[in-house]
């Protein structure tokens, strides 16, 4: 299943730097995106969410921006910070088809101090 | 802030063995959800649940699943015949609506073994 897709296995950048996190879709229909944070050993948490109607949204130091003609869409980090070190999920939904999630491979982001 | 809560965190099964992986989805959600994922591969949808049936399930979702709510709080996953490719982390989400502004919660998984 490659519908959502994470082209980045991992990301490396220094604290207080901008991490720029990548995700592309190839199924149109979907309506909805979402990014999650994912510590080991626990579950994937909630991070930010962007309906297609939008091309931007903004919560404290994270923005998700959404290109629908390039199918694309990527998290900013601004400023990144030590604790942000995790995996991000990208994941989508379309509403039509009930709301499942379908996630991208995931990208392990490092910052260091 | 509410959790959904999974037990066990790790579950070892002997193949051909059942095996019921137990969830406790946030009190005032209404929409449940399990996923899988497979060791080095993606988080893949299972199943999902509302007012007491499944909603929509995935191609995974074979006969020997199946998902039931037994009483108010808890939300359950059986397997009825495991076998070595069901080995994975089993997630289990519950959100308040399925307006698609509402995400799912998640909870910090099982850990399936199957021998």
């Known amino acids: 299943d490659q519908q959502v897709k994470q082209n980045s296995p991992s990301l490396s950048v220094q604290e207080g730097r901008i991490s720029i996190l990548n995700c592309d879709y190839t199924n149109s229909m979907f309506d909805y995106f979402l990014w999650y944070k994912k510590y080991p050993a626990e579950g994937p948490t909630f991070l930010i969410s962007i309906s297609s109607i939008k091309d931007k949204n903004e919560d404290g130091r994270f923005t998700v921006f959404l290109n629908k003609s390039a199918k694309h869409l990527s998290l900013h980090i601004v400023p990144s910070q030590p604790g942000d070190s995790a995996v991000y999920f990208c994941a989508a939904s379309e509403e039509t088809s009930g709301s499942r999630l379908t996630f991208g491979e995931g990208t392990q982001l490092t910052v260091n101090p | 802030e509410p959790e959904v809560t999974q037990t066990p965190s790790h579950q070892v099964t002997q193949m051909g063995q059942e095996v019921i992986l137990r969830c406790v989805p946030i009190?005032?959600?209404?929409?449940f959800y399990w996923y899988r994922q497979i060791l080095g591969q993606k988080v893949e949808f299972l199943v999902s649940f509302y007012n007491n049936e499944i909603s929509e399930k995935s191609e995974i979702f074979d006969d020997q699943f199946s998902v039931e709510r037994p009483d108010g709080s808890n939300f359950t996953l059986k397997i009825r015949s495991t076998k070595l490719e069901d080995s994975a982390m089993y997630f289990c989400?519950?959100?308040?609506?399925?307006?698609?502004?509402?995400?799912?919660?998640f909870g910090d998984g099982t850990r399936l073994s199957i021998l």
């Open positions: 009190s005032n959600h209404l929409y």
């Open positions: 989400a519950s959100r308040v609506t399925d307006f698609s502004n509402q995400p799912q919660h």
